[in-house]
């Protein structure tokens, strides 16, 4: 099975990772410049649950709820939520071919296997985005429960779809720093071989 799965992860290249990266970006760009800033804008300039990474509390919740307008109701739950059904997924492949390209890129650098797919820290690095897919479709499902309710959004909703966010967010951050870690570190080191080699030569 592990062999399989190798040959598999063999497939994720270059392309394959821009292509992902490409699909997810289009979609977060246009909830940046289109949804978003309208949603704001019809809840009196304040920001949007899918913004606020470090969660909110219920009073935060309550103002949004009771500020925004029957257009941004409209326009959170038939345009921004469905765009957000598409991005979790397309964002969490793109972190894992991510993730998978660094490994090579690191393992190619260092001329040694150092680092490889299934060792318990790749293991639980890959987990980090499909973590962080799966709870952003929990906070989704839980913004949708609290659009319903309105105004009237009993506090424990707030409080489980708060904590859906952090761990989202939490768990994203994490993916993103080991990431850009492994990327500091191989690009270092091969800057180191290179000066080497050049000095070898003369």
């Known amino acids: 099975m592990k062999n399989n799965l190798a040959k598999n992860l063999e497939k994720i290249t270059f392309k394959v990772w821009l292509l992902f990266l490409i699909l997810s970006q289009t979609i977060y760009i246009i909830m940046q410049t289109y949804t978003i800033p309208r949603i704001s804008d019809e809840a009196g300039g304040l920001l949007i649950f899918d913004m ?106 707030v409080y489980v779809a708060d904590i859906f966010t952090i761990i989202k967010s939490m768990s994203t951050s994490i993916f993103y720093i080991i990431s850009f870690i492994i990327f500091i570190i191989s690009c270092v080191t091969w800057i180191r071989n290179r000066t080497k080699k050049e000095q070898i030569r003369g």
Not at 92 to 98: A, N, Q, S, Y
Not at 111 to 129: G, I, M, R, V
């Open 52 to 157: 606020k990474p470090l969660g909110y509390t219920y009073e935060d919740a309550y103002k949004f709820l009771s500020q925004l307008s029957e257009k941004g109701y409209k326009l959170y739950t038939h345009v921004q939520l469905p765009l957000d059904i598409l991005f979790p997924i397309l964002n969490g492949i793109t972190g894992l071919c991510t993730f998978i390209l660094l490994i090579r890129l690191y393992n190619k650098v260092k001329n040694k296997s150092d680092l490889y797919l299934f060792s318990p820290f790749s293991k639980a690095t890959l987990t980090l985005p499909l973590i962080a897919m799966l709870f952003d479709y929990m906070e989704n499902m839980m913004i949708f429960v609290m659009l319903s309710y309105q105004s009237a959004v009993p506090k424990m909703v």
